[in-house]
């Protein structure tokens, strides 16, 4: 049969609808299972369709699409009847195909079921630095790298989700367990909550100063994990910015421009002083090395936001108007002339942005 012949061959199959019903019918159940957190059941259904390489690709595509409903800790992952359920996946014909070992598999052609596996192989990891005593066995090293470079492949868009979240309530945002492993942040997580704990508990200070302190430790911590996350954000292209990012980063620019024009502020009570040490300023130094921090802090960041939007810099503006000592009332807030943001934006609705693609 000539290579023609086979195509046309392949073109007349008609599509087995009845089997195709009954793998859309399991992934519904799938997903019954997991939303009911019904692991055992899940294990059961695997077992049962373990020959079916189909089934077993979708079962497997519905639990990626839904470990945020069962696979969120590393207590989950070490969980008996999580373990269990992983090893029916492994044992599938399908696993065997497409390759059980984590290690072997390029991250960027991995299967959903990879995923899976890797989120799995990622937490229970981390679930046995916990607890050292404990009697499961560890996954070998090379296993634990490729899960981590799978886990940051496959989950990257909610990744980034939660790095926009954590970045946007300036710290205040808890990440998933996956998420503050992935980004090295499980000492600063750890004191965190216990920090935190201590403030809101009975153990909180009576004394204001050592209160002011905790709050100090808290806000230090929070502004180390803020920064590193806008830095992923900024860095990768692929994933467009919100405009609510763009905005709170505007924001935080205008209050820098602020404190540029008036750096006697810095040392004011009523001064934001987590912004203050996210951006280096600090207060009680002398007043011309204040206006050099809130000038360095300014600049840097209006440079992120023109890289990001494809907007203007502010700066320059700004800074020769200040060493000119210009008449200030009719500045915007951040420094900059609002008739000159004006008219920098009209000319620019005209042009194509050379920034980052921002999501409204």
Request: hydrophobic share 35%; charged share 35%.
């Amino acid at each position: 049969m000539e290579w023609k012949d086979k195509i046309a061959r392949l073109f007349r199959r008609k599509p087995d609808w009845k089997k195709e019903h009954r793998r859309t019918l399991i992934a519904r159940h799938a997903e019954n299972l997991l939303r009911e957190r019904d692991i055992r059941s899940m294990t059961d259904l695997v077992r049962r369709h373990r020959k079916s390489d189909l089934t077993i690709a979708g079962i497997g595509l519905t639990m990626n699409t839904a470990t945020s409903r069962f696979l969120r800790t590393p207590e989950d992952a070490a969980g008996k009847d999580m373990l269990e359920l992983m090893d029916a996946l492994r044992r599938t014909s399908f696993a065997k195909k497409i390759g059980r070992r984590l290690a072997d598999v390029p991250a960027d052609t991995a299967h959903s079921l990879h995923g899976l596996l890797a989120m799995h192989t990622f937490l229970l990891d981390a679930y046995l630095e916990q607890h050292p005593d404990s009697k499961l066995q560890q996954p070998p090293m090379d296993e634990v790298q490729a899960a981590a470079h799978i886990v940051d492949r496959q989950f990257r868009a909610e990744t980034f989700r939660e790095l926009r979240h954590l970045a946007e309530t300036r710290g205040r945002y808890m990440p998933s367990c996956y998420v503050v492993r992935l980004y090295d942040w499980d000492a600063d997580m750890g004191r965190l909550q216990k920090m935190r704990g201590r403030l809101d508990g009975p153990a909180c200070p009576e004394a204001p100063q050592q209160v002011q302190q905790l709050r100090e430790r808290i806000w230090k911590t929070e502004n180390r994990m803020v920064r590193e996350a806008e830095k992923v954000l900024e860095s990768d292209p692929e994933i467009p910015l919100r405009q609510t990012y763009i905005e709170k980063l505007d924001a935080e620019l205008q209050t820098l421009g602020w404190l540029a024009r008036f750096p006697e502020k810095v040392d004011s009570p009523y001064i934001n002083r987590q912004l203050l040490d996210k951006y280096g300023i600090e207060p009680g130094i002398p007043r011309e090395e204040q206006s050099r921090q809130a000038e360095k802090a300014f600049r840097e960041l209006d440079a992120r936001l023109v890289r990001m939007t494809g907007r203007q810099s502010y700066a320059d503006d700004l800074f020769e108007s200040l060493r000119r000592k210009g008449p200030k009332p009719e500045k915007h807030a951040s420094g900059v002339r609002q008739k000159e943001i004006d008219s920098t934006r009209k000319e620019q609705t005209g042009q194509p942005a050379s920034g980052r693609r921002i999501k409204r």
